[in-house]
């Protein structure tokens, strides 16, 4: 890994990811979706450090999951709105009527920061697999 990005975030395939797959149409279950897509990105892109302790399965939905102390950084979909307008995708005000749509959206459906159902078993620990995705609200 070169000097620096040890440090890095934002990665810029990471960018031209969300450059090319984002729109203002995008409902939130597919900004979850493409969130979980660039965190997979960065995830590979981070340097493996010690290896994490076994995980559980969540007894609700199945997913092997960590505990959230032992776990790495995650790309949230606040912070993926947030890049939209730190790299100029979107304007300012955009930027900043995403952010408000999503905080009501999160609060109306029990989501976390991650877009994960607050009301299931493993809430609060890490997953070690793909991130739940809710069906939209009609």
Known sequence: ??????????????????????????????LI???????????????????LPPGFRCPKCG?????????RHRISVRATVLTLGRFGIVSP???????????KYRTQNGLNLYGILRSCACFGVK???????PNPIE
Do not use: H, Y
């Open 1 to 30: 890994m070169p000097a620096g990005d040890g440090n890095r975030v934002w990665f810029p395939e990471m960018i031209e990811m969300l450059r090319s797959q984002w729109n203002e149409s995008m409902t939130f279950p597919r």
């Open 63 to 71: 997913r092997i999951v960590t505990s959230e102390s032992f776990g």
């Open 93 to 103: 005000a955009v930027t900043k009527k995403i952010e408000k749509e999503w905080a």
């Open 33 to 51: 979706e493409l969130c979980a897509s660039i965190d997979e990105m960065f995830q590979q892109r981070r340097p493996t450090g010690p290896s």
């Open 127 to 133: 997953s070690a697999t793909k991130r739940f995705t």
